[in-house]
């Protein structure tokens, strides 16, 4: 999935651990553009760039994405070249795990790529997967109010 975005949160209904889950659920890869925000301060008469990068930068590390910051307008093409460059190069790697249990935790996932004329590669990966008894966000329903 990709986002573009001013990287600031405007009233959110869904919290980050919600959207994360139901991101890996559905083994979702999240990749964010944030474009640059500027902000008049009154009686300063300054103008700031805010860029919030933490939530975008988890969800997108945990989901195998990636997040990308521009300062300004022009760095659009270079990063969309970057983005449509590392696409092409994704491999999907499956595998079948031992673990029968039926559990509702979130199983890590590692990938170590040793190639053998010794070059480094840059392994991105989504954080893991959850077990065969979890109950998907879709099917938790809403969260009733308290009072």
Do not use: W
Not at 11 to 25: F, H, P, R, Y
Not at 58 to 78: C, D, I, M, P, V
Not at 79 to 89: D, E, N, V
Not at 123 to 139: A, F, L, M
């Amino acid at each position: 999935m990709l986002f573009i975005t001013d990287g600031l949160d405007k009233g959110s209904s869904v919290n980050e651990d919600k959207t994360l889950t139901a991101l890996i659920e559905n083994q979702a890869q999240a990749y964010f553009v944030c474009l640059p925000v500027q902000v008049s301060r009154p009686f300063l008469g300054t103008t700031t760039l805010l860029k919030h990068r933490e939530p975008m930068d988890r969800l997108a590390k945990a989901t195998g994405g990636q997040s990308f910051y521009l300062s300004s307008a022009e760095e659009a093409a270079q990063m969309a070249a970057k983005l449509i460059g590392g696409l092409r190069h994704q491999f999907e790697v499956t595998y079948t795990s031992t673990n029968n249990k039926q559990d509702d935790k979130l199983r890590k996932v590692r990938i170590v790529v040793s190639p053998k004329d010794g070059r480094q590669l840059n392994v991105i990966t989504r954080q893991g997967y959850y077990g065969p008894d979890h109950k998907r966000v879709s099917e938790q329903g809403v969260d009733k109010e308290k009072g």
